[in-house]
């Protein structure tokens, strides 16, 4: 039996496993897990890109597919994602794009998990599917830009610090808002509201117990912003958070025909019921300056000096 200070040592909060530094050299795989690619320039753009990173490239089968809203069918964006995973030759995947349908595919994905070996895994939106997979299976995975974007120097310097050289890294978010000033330690979690809110009472819900939130959206009026958080807020799945680092919520317009209200004051009213350090407005999201995050790893929020320390 435990004693008891083995016990809070066992029960401790602490990082996920970390996966391969993806330095020159690494063998990156890109599928298009979600939506499709708006044709063969976007790839070729994508490999350029993946290339000057100094990895080698290899594209799954069907990346160029099309099958409605999606890059092929089920089937067939699973093969590729499968493929990858499973092949031992490939040290991370960059998805191509977002869109839809990563979820779709998570009973294959967790199918396959446990024989994976650690790999790296790379994009955002709705490649925050495969991201709570990635976690479930105890993996740091990275919320960062998806493979067919162009790459700022911005986003490229952080890629870089964070996936290539596993640096540890502060970084400062001068144009955020302080919510609710504070400082936190914890694990790194969430991604696309959206996505986080269709997985909860799911066996792939976010787990935010002793996280950071982060959390970011596009396209979403503000009132279904506020009716995603609240139903998280309602299922407890904030509950023992240690703090939130909210990005952007591109393109999401704050009034209906009936009123409206701004994501600041949604953010306000959700600090204030988690009584937790709270920055709005960090370079996360659908947006060309964005910070890459390893989703797992462990950070300190120092919320009034608009910092993230993210220790590796």
Same mark, same amino acid.
């Not at 117990?209 to 279904?224: G, S």
């Not at 240690?242 to 909210?246: K, V």
């Given at each position: 039996m435990l004693s008891s200070g083995a016990a809070a040592a066992a029960h401790a909060p602490r990082a996920l496993r970390e996966v391969p530094v993806l330095g020159p050299g690494a063998h990156v795989a890109m599928v298009s897990p979600s939506g499709p690619l708006n044709g063969p320039h976007e790839l070729e753009r994508a490999v350029a890109t993946a290339e000057s990173l100094g990895w080698t490239v290899s594209v799954g089968t069907h990346a160029l597919a099309r099958t409605g809203y999606f890059a092929g069918d089920d089937s067939q $964006? &699973? @093969?590729d994602l499968l493929d990858a995973m499973r092949d031992p030759r490939v040290d991370g995947i960059w998805c191509l794009r977002g869109g839809y349908g990563a979820a779709r595919l998570l009973p294959r994905v967790q199918q396959a998990l446990p024989d994976m070996p650690p790999k790296a895994l790379i994009g955002y939106s709705d490649i925050t599917a495969l991201h709570a997979a990635w976690q479930r299976a105890g993996l740091i995975s990275y919320h960062g830009p998806t493979a067919r974007s162009p790459l700022s120097e911005f986003s490229r310097a952080s890629l870089v610090e964070v996936v290539q050289q596993r640096a540890p890294v502060l970084? $400062? *978010? #001068? @144009? #955020?808002?302080?919510?609710r000033g504070g400082t936190a330690s914890g694990r790194l979690a969430g991604g696309n509201l959206a996505l986080v809110a269709s997985l909860c009472g799911t066996p792939w819900a976010c787990d935010f $117990? @002793? *996280? !950071?939130?982060?959390? %970011? @959206? !596009?396209? %979403? *009026?503000?009132?279904?912003i506020d009716r995603m958080l609240t139903q998280l807020r309602l299922a407890g799945a904030f509950d023992g958070c $240690? &703090?939130? *680092? !909210?990005g952007h919520f591109t393109d999401c317009p704050a009034a209906t025909e009936d009123g409206g209200r701004t994501i600041i004051s949604l953010i306000e009213e959700l600090a204030a019921a988690l009584q937790v350090p709270t920055l709005l407005g960090v370079p996360v999201g659908h947006i060309e300056e964005q910070w890459t995050v390893p989703l797992g790893a462990w950070a300190t929020l120092d919320a009034d000096a608009r910092m993230l320390h993210v220790h590796r």
């Open positions: $964006r &699973g @093969d970084w $400062r *978010a #001068a @144009d #955020a808002s302080v919510v $117990r @002793d *996280a !950071i939130v982060v959390l %970011e @959206d !596009i396209n %979403e *009026a503000t009132y279904r $240690r &703090g939130f *680092a !909210i």
